[in-house]
């Protein structure tokens, strides 16, 4: 019989990250209207993505605000130090899907793609930033968004 204490029947011994403590994703870009502006189903003092997002910054993530937004537009002040990268289609003359606004998201990171994990309201979005080789999350809902990046991420992002 073999020493089970070893081997967990669970537990692939061949994969290079068991065993592991560094994170496999290194960065959380997420959109504006639609995502961070979200008020979630809980009536919470703040939109749950950016608690979840204050959250990953402090796990030492990097952060990154993308935006299909004019050159006009700013996130609020009260959101300053929050984002290690903001890029808006308007001041770079990119816009979401071109998989190319991902790429210069993540090179402001300084992080590969795939290293970054993105989250949109529309799946032509997230498509996109799979095609430029990020991890896309659809977001529909507080819940589920925050389910799968507490899964993705490997860190709590809510109470």
Not at 45 to 61: G, V, Y
Not at 89 to 114: M, Q, W
Request: aromatic share 6%; hydrophobic share 40%; glycine share 6%.
């Amino acid at each position: 019989m073999p020493n089970q204490a070893n081997h967990p029947a669970d537990q692939d011994t061949h994969h290079p990250k068991v065993g592991t403590v560094q994170p496999v994703f290194k960065a959380l870009i997420l959109d504006y209207g639609g995502v961070l502006t979200d008020p979630g189903e809980d009536n919470a003092t703040e939109p749950p993505l950016l608690t979840a997002l204050r959250r990953a910054k402090q796990q030492n993530l990097k952060t990154a605000l993308l935006s299909n937004a004019d050159g006009w537009w700013h996130p609020p002040t009260a959101w300053q130090g929050l984002f290690d990268a903001t890029i808006i289609s308007g001041e770079v003359g990119l816009a979401k899907p071109d998989p190319e606004i991902y790429l210069l998201t993540a090179t402001k990171l300084n992080v590969e793609p795939r290293d970054c994990v993105f989250v949109d309201d529309l799946a032509i979005n997230v498509r996109g930033a799979a095609e430029a080789g990020m991890v896309g999350v659809h977001h529909r809902s507080t819940r589920s968004t925050l389910e799968e990046l507490e899964i993705l991420l490997a860190i709590a992002l809510r109470d």
